[in-house]
């Protein structure tokens, strides 16, 4: 195998576990998210609005 080749599969494969890494941890936002908006529906306004932001 060539130097080039072997670096172009490097890259590849260090690209795709990035973008791995990187849409588990865009996951884990959307969840949360989720999370705060599901727990913000049963907490009335008015509380909400007395809590410091």
Known sequence: MSPVVGFAAV???????WLLV??????????AEAEV??????????VQTLLPQ
């Open 11 to 17: 890259c590849i494969m260090t690209r795709r576990t």
């Open 37 to 46: 908006m599901a727990v913000a529906w049963l907490v009335p306004y008015e």
């Open 22 to 31: 990187h849409s588990g941890c865009l996951d884990q936002i959307r969840a």
